[in-house]
């Protein structure tokens, strides 16, 4: 596997837990590691993700006639198939 492949795979890696942590509303706290390199080296990781979600997110609102506003759904059953 080459350096850009591994580059690209953090990355994405990063935005998946940048987007799971602003839908369940979390933040990660660095505060708990304490080799302050390491604890340098990931909450840079961590604004890597924030930052490609950020832009994500606003190309999509700029490109909105493409995306139309997802309702939320009452309930579990509502995520599934129809005749389910």
Partial sequence: MG???LAF???L??????GAKRAANLDFDGRKIENE???NVVNSYMRVG???LDVTTKEVKR??????PAGKP???REL????K
């Fill in 37 to 39: 390199c390491l604890r």
């Fill in 13 to 18: 890696a990063s935005t998946a837990i940048s």
């Fill in 80 to 83: 599934l198939p129809a005749g």
């Fill in 50 to 52: 924030d930052w490609v």
């Fill in 3 to 5: 350096i850009f492949q």
């Fill in 9 to 11: 795979s953090a990355v």
């Fill in 63 to 68: 490109h909105s006639d493409y995306f139309v």
């Fill in 74 to 76: 009452s309930s579990p």
